[in-house]
T-cell receptor, first 116, second 113 residues
């Protein structure tokens, strides 16, 4: 069965620190998608990135970067030079299109607090 | 930029009452989803909908739940007889046929008293 684990429940950093949010997944499928969503205090879910299982290139978008490693079933998210506006709950999620399971399986989320 | 919208933003109801949560997916999207998030917990999948029928559902989506696309723009979730444990944030999401990315609405907070 598919599973997403975010072992870090809460992280607190001071502004300008770098922070990495961990995500470990389990799946039996060879084709799958991994996602990160941000949930700010206002409550909405904001899509950040999608990565498919055949693309192990790391991605950078501004201060955000993602490290996908199939060997360790991990898809970690790093925020460089964190800002107060980064304070949110971050969710990692998985879908498995080959089995027809396109519904997202979410991890339990990591609450990031960035202190000024 | 097109976005998913949901109404109402907050609904308060008495236990045993029926509620209908409404969503307007992104206009060219054909796959629709409902998820829920009990306060402080993770987001859980309820149901997906394509071509006017349910394509996937979770064990949470029991007989008290139903979904409908009553017209060309709305997608609704009905809870027939609400229970206290139905109190949660309910998110609607949609995706295009050529993409696996789901875009979420702002959510409806349902409070059952």
């Amino acid at each position: 069965a598919q599973k997403v684990t975010q072992a870090q429940t809460e992280i607190s950093v001071v502004e300008k620190e770098d922070v990495t949010l961990d995500c470990v997944y389990e799946t039996r499928d060879t084709t799958y998608y991994l996602f990160w969503y941000k949930q700010p205090p206002s409550g909405e879910l904001v899509f950040l990135i999608r990565r498919n299982s055949f693309d192990e290139q790391n991605e950078i978008s501004g201060r955000y970067s993602w490290n996908f490693q199939k060997s360790t079933s991990s898809f970690n998210f790093t925020i460089t030079a964190s800002q107060v506006v980064d304070s949110a709950v971050y969710f990692c999620a998985l879908s498995e299109p080959d089995t027809g399971r396109r519904a997202l399986t979410f991890g339990s989320g990591t609450r990031l607090q960035v202190q000024p | 930029e097109p976005e998913v919208t949901q109404t109402p933003s907050h609904q308060v109801t008495q236990m045993g009452q029926e509620v209908i949560l409404r969503c307007v997916p992104i206009s060219n999207h054909l796959y629709f989803y409902w998820y829920r998030q009990i306060l402080g917990q993770k987001v859980e999948f309820l149901v997906s909908f394509y071509n006017n029928e349910i394509s996937e559902k979770s064990e949470i989506f029991d007989d008290q739940f139903s979904v409908e696309r009553p017209d060309g723009s709305n997608f609704t979730l009905k809870i027939r007889s609400t229970k206290l444990e139905d109190s949660a944030m309910y998110f609607c999401a949609s995706r295009a046929i050529v993409s696996d990315t789901q875009y979420f609405g702002p959510g409806t907070r349902l409070t059952v008293l």
